[in-house]
């Protein structure tokens, strides 16, 4: 008997119920955001014979690279109904919920999950590790010292600008929407946010904790978001998180609370009692090679004219360019040459997010040619480190 067609679709209302109910069931828990970035998102679900089988989010969000807010789509609250697994369903999925996002303009594209080999064979790739940290308070509290900067308690989401401002250092981050700040307080009920400023000054640092329970401590604080202009304001930060020492024994720094600094670990006392654990990265893909270069910002100094191939995702085929950078612009033009370089679509997702910190990286990793000409890729993209400070 022929297995009935399927068919993907935008979801209304009745059918993002199913899904939510069978999110649920595939998860082992209820999905919030499924409801909560509901009315914010793309909505796509798959059916067959009648049933809700798969579907998921799509967030049409900018992401910051190069210092220039780049369209972008984060895929969120995915899956497969475990009945249905294992005929590679997904990457039919992901391909339909992608489609409407590449319509709107979307030229680079990031999930977070937890199976990175199945979404790689489709030109996704992790541009950096993540992992979450904890650390005891009295820790915090004997390393870094009160200061002079006023702290204020403030609204979640009341600083976004400023956390815009200091997102754009990095590559990755969300260029943060309006409806940022309800989402939290909507997944973090608890959530408590300050921000830090010097007397007479705009603030320069925004943090965001909660309390949860935690086995054997009663309960630990955990930072959500760590905004810091500069090394003075992130110790006050890390001073004010120790004052909790008191009641709460531990500090938590989630999968995306921490930039990829090493400030905390610099100054501690004792660098043993930091303690991390590594998690399953966030994947990026670019959806538009030619766009997704010209729309990121590049650095002044950088000018550069090299040939480069790309290995299609298929693997079967490469795609000659001249990748031209000069006076902070950026172009991949076609050309008949022959590349100094050659890189997977994985590949080239990592560097544009300025993933590989030097060339013995790049080259383990795979990229293949000349140590210069590899030298002179990777100075375009290093002037910022990948960080991705959002969770969804």
Request: proline share 6%.
């Amino acid at each position: 008997m022929p297995t009935p067609a399927l068919t993907i679709v935008e979801a209304d209302d009745e059918l993002w119920r199913t899904y939510d109910n069978l999110a649920r069931r595939a998860y082992g828990h209820q999905v919030e955001d499924i409801q909560c970035l509901g009315a914010h998102a793309d909505r796509r679900v798959a059916v067959r014979d009648g049933r809700v089988i798969a579907g998921g989010l799509g967030l049409l969000i900018p992401q910051f690279f190069g210092g220039r807010p780049v369209p972008g789509a984060s895929m969120a609250c995915g899956c497969v109904a475990p009945e249905e697994r294992g005929g590679h369903l997904a990457a039919e999925l992901i391909a339909e919920r992608l489609r409407p996002l590449r319509e709107q303009g979307a030229v680079v594209a990031t999930l977070w999950t937890a199976s990175s080999g199945y979404v790689r064979r489709l030109g996704w790739e992790a541009p950096t590790q993540v992992y979450s940290w904890t650390i005891p308070a009295d820790e915090l509290r004997h390393s870094f010292h009160d200061s002079d900067f006023t702290i204020t308690h403030a609204v979640t989401g009341q600083h976004r600008p400023l956390c815009n401002d200091l997102a754009a250092r990095w590559n990755g981050p969300w260029q943060r929407p309006h409806w940022w700040g309800a989402w939290q307080e909507r997944q973090h009920p608890d959530m408590a946010t300050y921000a830090f400023n010097l007397p007479g000054q705009e603030p320069s640092g925004v943090l965001s904790v909660a309390g949860e329970p935690h086995l054997g401590e009663g309960r630990r604080l955990v930072v959500y978001d760590f905004w810091a202009a500069d090394q003075a304001v992130a110790a006050a930060m890390l001073a004010f998180l120790g004052r909790h020492n008191s009641r709460i024994s531990t500090v938590a720094f989630q999968r995306t609370g921490l930039p990829p600094a090493p400030l905390l670990v610099h100054h501690l006392r004792r660098s043993g009692a930091l303690t991390a654990r590594a998690w399953h990265p966030w994947m990026l893909r670019i959806l538009d090679l030619r766009q997704a270069i010209q729309l990121r910002g590049w650095p002044d100094d950088v000018d550069l004219a090299l040939p480069i191939e790309v290995v299609a995702e298929d693997n079967k085929a490469t795609d000659r360019f001249i990748l031209q950078v000069e006076g902070g612009e950026g172009e991949l033009a076609p050309t008949t040459r022959e590349g100094q370089l050659t890189l997977t679509r994985g590949q080239m997702a990592v560097w544009y997010a300025g993933g590989y910190r030097s060339a013995a990286a790049a080259q383990l990793a795979g990229v293949g040619g000349a140590p210069r000409a590899l030298a002179q890729l990777l100075k375009a993209t290093t002037d910022r480190e990948p960080w991705l400070a959002d969770y969804f």
